[in-house]
């Protein structure tokens, strides 16, 4: 029976750290997955938008061209514009052929048809000026409200602040290019044409605030290179015609067409390399934001791979080593004078006789020993009812089994497996008794190393929970340490301060089941987003709450109790006063007082004088009043754990 508790120890001992492990190696391959398959979508979008970016590139040229032909319809013209078409044409191939987005897909091939339609609108003046205007221009915007749709999806700030400083370049180059065609036209006609002035002032409206915007929003590379383009010769003189225009409009400005289609053209060109530069730059983010995230999801499952091979070839060899000594327990038995240790007493219970072994282990002499009792070898620790029952059972004729710790001549203990037996005369009196022992110092100690092991790992999985929080070990330990000091002036017994002091690291275990994305968010959470960070008390409850291990059953509700509060405004029960276990009314106010004096992601840490002073106003109403009573009572105490296990101290005197 004995035996077999210590393999299904082993056997709990073994599966406990494996189904945590499971459940976070699960979390984080659906946080990892999710992760890879937003900057998988990122990447594609990104490729969108440079193909439209080019494709609206090219049809910027071509409404710039398209108007100017059809205000002074030069075979020139129409030589440029026929080349231009081909680019165009070329642009769309490329798009269509690229992406396998079907609805996006069928939308360009639509807007293709149209295009060939207006084209020939064109080439026979079919079409006014600003009707070609106004199809080209309301082609290319709605292509380039992609860019905002894929901005507004995106998690990541440094893409999504990019993509933002990129979108406003776009609008800032696309007020050009309607800049472009519609003064091209005017310039190419002697008569005025109001509609397309209008459209040319409403264009420089939006050129000049998106300029402002792009300025404000755009890293210092980006700028740099742009601060190249507003150094060129043709964009100061493209900007001092706009002024003109600007403030002189009314006027019929004279300006050589093909100069001016020219000198912006080289501009709005420049423009479209920095978008191309742009593009490249958060595309090779995302490229190696993904390379690392796949790294790092590899790099955990070999860890994990590793960890859970060690982890049973270990429990296997414990297993293995732990029968085989017991194995050679039960043929010492069989070998008794020769293996086992032995005494034998009289009816009163005196030492007459001991073997070697047992001079050896009691490191008494046979001298020593003879004409004692046993209580020579007494150990404090053992319950006097223990040798109650012994004398009684074997007064009785019947013999008595048990396990004594004893206590060698230096006061060192050790534990023996004890078969006593009376020996009886012929005619069934007691003649004597022996004692038949087999020394259990090196099990018990492997026993004792197991439990220790168990709670070592329930103490790293306390520091798992804050980890993903972005917290360090050093705030369980000094929880730990607070609810430990707590607990002694509550006045709990050795246990129940043992316990409290073990599980307590254990209170935010749950966090490992809340998403990254709440549990990090660096702002206020949302209603929808606290309630869900509130279910981690009920997660870490329930990872526990079957164990009948005392350790276990605390650690559930210390994780299940320890944000419900005094006055019953806590969760996730509602629960009052003493219905709240002591054990989650002392780690409350632990975590509370270490917390608040801790950076946090949402939070800077507060100073003493304000923790205090919330922690008096909370005193019935968060927390224990007895147990605020001794916090301030022995405050002296709780500063000295918060200053010996302060990580920077600790990393300093490393």
């Known amino acids: 029976m004995h035996s077999q508790n210590i393999v299904d120890k082993l056997k709990a001992l073994t599966i406990l750290p494996m189904v945590i492990i499971a459940i976070g190696f699960v979390f984080f391959i659906i946080k990892s997955y999710n992760d890879l398959s937003e900057l998988n979508q990122l990447q594609n979008s990104i490729l969108k938008i440079k193909t439209i970016s080019h494709l609206v ?64 609108r064109v080439n026979h003046s079919q079409i006014t000026l600003v009707g070609s205007f106004n199809y080209f221009t309301q082609l290319i915007k709605k292509m380039q409200n992609y860019y905002f749709e894929v901005t507004m999806h995106v998690n990541d700030v440094n893409v999504k602040n990019n993509l933002q400083a990129y979108t406003y370049l776009a609008v800032f180059k696309e007020s050009l290019g309607e800049i472009r065609a519609a003064l091209n036209a005017v310039f190419s006609k002697e008569n005025v044409n109001q509609k397309l002035i209008r459209k040319a002032i409403s264009a420089s409206n939006i050129y000049y605030s998106s300029k402002d915007r792009f300025e404000s929003t755009a890293e210092p590379k980006f700028l740099n ?16 015609i706009l002024q003109k225009f600007q403030t002189d409009y009314k006027n019929n400005l004279k300006v050589d067409p093909d100069r001016w289609f020219d000198d912006i053209t080289k501009v709005i060109n420049e423009l ?166 087999n020394d259990l110092s090196d099990v018990i100690k492997l026993h004792e190393e197991l439990e220790n092991t168990q709670e070592d790992l329930i103490f790293r999985m306390g520091e798992i929970g804050e980890t993903r929080s ?43 089941g809340i998403p990254d994305m709440i549990l990090n968010k660096p702002g206020k959470l949302t209603p929808q987003e606290w309630e869900v960070m509130k279910e981690h008390a009920k997660i870490g409850y329930n990872v526990f709450k079957d164990s009948t291990k005392p350790l276990l059953k605390a650690a559930a509700i210390i994780a299940h109790e320890h944000h419900e509060k005094w006055d019953g405004s806590g969760y996730p029960r509602g629960l ?27 939070k800077k840490a507060w100073n003493d004088e304000d923790i205090f002073a919330l922690i008096r106003r909370e005193r019935g109403k968060h927390f224990d009043p007895t147990l605020v009573d001794i916090f301030f009572k022995h405050l002296d105490k709780f500063l000295e754990i918060r200053e010996t296990y302060n990580e920077m101290s600790n990393f300093m005197r490393s």
């Open 225 to 240: 290179r742009y601060r190249e383009i507003l150094n060129m010769s043709e964009y100061i003189w493209v900007e001092n």
């Open 470 to 512: 972005q917290e360090t070990g050093f705030h369980v330990r000094r929880v730990a340490k607070y609810s430990e000091l707590l607990g002694k002036y509550y006045g709990l017994s050795a246990d129940e301060i043992r316990y409290l002091t073990l599980a307590s690291p254990m209170h935010d275990i749950g966090k490992v």
């Open 57 to 120: 590139n090219e049809l910027q040229i071509e409404r710039g061209l398209s108007s100017g032909y059809l205000a002074d319809p030069r075979d020139e013209l129409r030589s440029k514009i026929a080349k231009q078409r081909e680019r165009v044409d070329k642009a769309f191939d490329t798009f269509i052929k690229t992406h396998s987005d079907s609805q996006l897909k069928s939308f360009y091939k639509l807007e293709r048809r149209n295009l060939v339609h207006i084209r020939e």
């Open 272 to 437: 479209y390399k920095l978008e191309n530069y742009y593009s490249i730059e958060i595309d090779k983010y995302v490229s190696i934001k993904y390379k690392e995230t796949l790294l790092q999801l590899v790099t955990i499952a070999l860890i994990i791979l590793v960890i859970t091979i060690l982890t049973l070839w270990l429990g296997k060899k414990i297993k293995e080593d732990i029968l085989h000594n017991i194995i050679l327990l039960g043929q010492y038995k069989s070998a008794v004078d020769r293996s086992s240790i032995v005494s034998k007493t009289d009816k009163r219970g005196k030492i007459t006789y001991v073997n070697e072994k047992f001079c050896s282990i009691s490191e008494y002499t046979q001298e020593e020993l003879l004409g004692k009792s046993h209580n020579i070898v007494g150990h404090p620790d053992m319950p006097k009812a223990i040798f109650t029952d012994l004398w009684r059972t074997i007064l009785n004729k019947q013999p008595w089994y048990g396990i004594i710790k004893n206590r060698k001549k230096s006061g060192e203990s050790y534990t023996v497996e004890v078969t006593i037996n009376p020996i009886l005369d012929h005619n069934g009196e007691i003649e004597e008794f022996i004692a038949i022992r």
């Open 576 to 602: 009052s006063g003493e219905s709240i276990h002591i054990y989650g009314r002392i780690t409350a106010l632990a975590d509370v007082f270490d917390a608040l004096g801790s950076d946090r992601c949402y």
